[in-house]
């Protein structure tokens, strides 16, 4: 392991996170990051095993488990499994040059704060990551046998823990370290299912004598779409169809591509348009967006008051789509539903079911786009997908659902939870929140292959996770390692 100048504490932890930060690790792309963790499990003595889930030629592509046996006198204690996904999501800044193929992240500290430079952190989820690589590593820490678990491609569709083999695992406990609100444990969240369309366009040669515009949303804020989809985070794609609609309803235009959003489990922050039009028509267009525009930035919430919308020139089109499928794309950009759907009953201010209308793209010879629902309740979650499909297939697309995982059933009264509310007030003096949330985690399906693992999950805070605007917290990140090693001294 690397030591760095000027880290803060807790020193371990900071450490391996610099390390880690220097690896590209893009959900699908974590092989070297995977290649890193094997290195630093060896280079610490512990077992370690690999459970691969892509092919032969990628062995790296692979679930990690790292075994550390109990300190002197506690060998009788129960197996505990700390758990962390070794992907972040890559979502950059508007205008950043940075390859997440290549480019190590940039971090910046910043007081309290630790940021990256224009893109998003990975603190969701390599803090986790590093805080239980740390406790590996930590020669002062009195345990019983511990097991890390570290998963693969968390972010974009859970693809490593749906390969979890039964069995793998002894634990008794396991600490998931994903959470992101400190004060705060996890018992419970929600299922998701993902929808992806398709619909095949036909385009021509567009004519001579006809203007180029280009639209462009952006400056919103984004973020994650289970945790912050209640909070009035505008949608740019949705935005951006009301628009079109209102040109398409005053002007004869061809659309050429429509397209928005980066990540799946994202809300929509940019998000723009090609299309031709009659010249003469050109300044009446550019009044539609701005008063659409205008109007658009006094209904929305103040999260939303970097919203900004352009309508160019543009430099010359190649093809447009025929008339039949702009209309159908506009159309059923309009009609899909996007944010809540409906509040828990059970939980007050819980979001019980949701959607997001996450990504378009319409270039090309194809239009696609993927949704992401989510729901505690998994009947729920069934019937909104049934829902948009309906939309989606009214409008000629063809439907795929896939990436569906559980909601996570909340065992309040466990000894486990009882014991994370006793550490927390006997260390910090004050009482621990025990939360559902909405949105997923990957105690869902570990649940399906271990139905008797009593789990929990906490962390520290992190701020705008999904956006280049994440951030967490020094002195949080230190009061959540405070926290995960006082619970493994007391199992």
Same mark, same amino acid.
């Given at each position: 392991?690397?030591?760095?100048?000027?880290?803060?504490?807790?020193?371990?932890?900071?450490?391996?996170?610099?390390?880690?930060?220097?690896?590209?690790?893009?959900?699908?792309?974590?092989?070297?990051?995977?290649?890193?963790?094997?290195?630093?499990?060896?280079?610490?003595?512990?077992?370690?095993?690999?459970?691969?889930?892509?092919?032969?030629?990628?062995?790296?592509?692979?679930?990690?488990?790292?075994?550390?046996?109990?300190?002197?006198?506690?060998?009788?204690?129960?197996?505990?499994?700390?758990?962390?996904?070794?992907?972040?999501?890559?979502?950059?800044?508007?205008?950043?040059?940075?390859?997440?193929?290549?480019?190590?992240?940039?971090?910046?500290?910043?007081?309290?704060?630790?940021?990256?430079?224009?893109?998003?952190?990975?603190?969701?989820?390599?803090?986790?990551?590093?805080?239980?690589?740390?406790?590996?590593?930590?020669?002062?820490?009195?345990?019983?046998?511990?097991?890390?678990?570290?998963?693969?491609?968390?972010?974009?569709?859970?693809?490593?823990?749906?390969? @979890?083999?039964?069995?793998? #695992?002894?634990?008794?406990? /396991?600490?998931?370290?994903? =959470? $992101?609100?400190? +004060?705060? !444990?996890?018992?419970?969240?929600?299922?998701?299912?993902?929808?992806?369309?398709?619909?095949?366009?036909?385009?021509?040669?567009?004519?001579?004598?006809?203007?180029?515009?280009?639209?462009?949303?952006?400056?919103?804020?984004?973020?994650?779409?289970?945790?912050?989809?209640?909070?009035?985070?505008?949608?740019?794609?949705?935005?951006?169809?009301?628009?079109?609609?209102?040109?398409?309803?005053?002007?004869?235009?061809?659309?050429?591509?429509?397209?928005?959003?980066?990540?799946?489990?994202?809300?929509?922050?940019?998000?723009?348009?090609?299309?031709?039009?009659?010249?003469?028509?050109?300044?009446?267009?550019?009044?539609?967006?701005?008063?659409?525009?205008?109007?658009?930035?006094?209904?929305?919430?103040?999260?939303?008051?970097? @919203?900004?919308?352009?309508? #160019?020139?543009?430099?010359? /089109?190649?093809?447009?789509? =025929? $008339?039949?499928? +702009?209309? !159908?794309?506009?159309?059923?950009?309009?009609?899909?539903?996007?944010?809540?759907?409906?509040?828990?009953?059970?939980?007050?201010?819980?979001?019980?079911?949701?959607?997001?209308?996450?990504?378009?793209?319409?270039?090309?010879?194809?239009?696609?786009?993927?949704?992401?629902?989510?729901?505690?309740?998994?009947?729920?979650?069934?019937?909104?997908?049934?829902?948009?499909?309906?939309?989606?297939?009214?409008?000629?697309?063809?439907?795929?659902?896939?990436?569906?995982?559980?909601?996570?059933?909340?065992?309040?009264?466990?000894?486990?939870?009882?014991?994370?509310?006793?550490?927390?007030?006997?260390?910090?003096?004050?009482?621990?929140?025990?939360?559902?949330?909405?949105?997923?985690?990957?105690?869902?399906?570990?649940?399906?292959?271990?139905?008797?693992?009593?789990?929990?999950?906490?962390?520290?805070?992190?701020?705008?996770?999904?956006?280049?605007?994440?951030?967490?917290?020094?002195?949080?990140?230190?009061?959540?390692?405070?926290?995960?090693?006082?619970?493994?001294?007391?199992?």
């Amino acid at each position: 392991m690397t030591t760095f100048a000027d880290t803060p504490e807790p020193s371990l932890l900071w450490n391996f996170f610099r390390e880690l930060s220097q690896i590209p690790r893009e959900s699908k792309n974590e092989d070297k990051a995977v290649e890193w963790v094997v290195g630093v499990g060896q280079a610490l003595g512990c077992d370690v095993e690999l459970e691969r889930v892509g092919p032969a030629d990628r062995p790296h592509f692979a679930n990690v488990l790292l075994r550390k046996t109990a300190t002197p006198g506690r060998v009788g204690r129960p197996v505990t499994a700390l758990q962390a996904h070794i992907d972040m999501v890559a979502v950059k800044s508007e205008g950043s040059q940075h390859d997440f193929e290549c480019d190590p992240i940039e971090l910046v500290f910043e007081g309290d704060r630790v940021r990256a430079n224009g893109t998003t952190l990975g603190a969701d989820n390599g803090i986790g990551v590093c805080a239980a690589l740390a406790t590996l590593a930590d020669t002062t820490l009195e345990h019983g046998p511990i097991e890390v678990l570290i998963t693969v491609d968390e972010e974009s569709g859970m693809t490593g823990v749906r390969e @979890l083999k039964p069995g793998w #695992l002894k634990a008794t406990y /396991l600490l998931n370290l994903d =959470s $992101e609100v400190e +004060g705060e !444990a996890t018992i419970s969240c929600a299922g998701a299912l993902e929808t992806l369309a398709k619909r095949k366009i036909e385009r021509s040669h567009i004519r001579s004598g006809r203007s180029h515009l280009r639209i462009e949303i952006g400056g919103l804020p984004g973020g994650h779409s289970g945790l912050e989809i209640a909070e009035g985070r505008a949608n740019a794609l949705k935005i951006l169809s009301r628009i079109m609609s209102e040109i398409m309803s005053q002007a004869v235009i061809e659309i050429s591509d429509i397209s928005g959003g980066s990540k799946r489990n994202a809300i929509p922050a940019n998000a723009s348009a090609d299309f031709l039009c009659d010249t003469a028509d050109e300044k009446r267009i550019m009044d539609i967006v701005e008063r659409c525009a205008a109007s658009q930035r006094s209904a929305l919430p103040p999260v939303n008051e970097g @919203l900004t919308v352009s309508c #160019l020139r543009g430099q010359g /089109l190649d093809s447009v789509m =025929s $008339e039949a499928d +702009g209309c !159908a794309l506009v159309g059923v950009l309009n009609d899909l539903p996007h944010g809540v759907e409906a509040m828990s009953g059970a939980v007050p201010g819980l979001v019980e079911t949701s959607t997001n209308l996450a990504v378009v793209k319409a270039s090309g010879s194809e239009i696609e786009i993927e949704i992401l629902s989510r729901s505690a309740i998994d009947a729920n979650k069934g019937h909104l997908g049934v829902k948009i499909k309906d939309v989606l297939t009214q409008h000629g697309f063809v439907v795929s659902e896939g990436n569906e995982y559980p909601g996570w059933q909340p065992a309040p009264e466990s000894d486990l939870v009882n014991l994370v509310k006793q550490t927390h007030s006997q260390v910090f003096g004050s009482p621990i929140k025990i939360v559902a949330i909405h949105a997923g985690l990957e105690c869902g399906l570990i649940g399906q292959h271990y139905p008797n693992l009593k789990m929990i999950s906490f962390g520290p805070n992190i701020w705008e996770v999904h956006t280049p605007n994440e951030h967490t917290s020094i002195k949080s990140v230190a009061n959540f390692w405070r926290l995960l090693r006082s619970l493994l001294e007391r199992i």
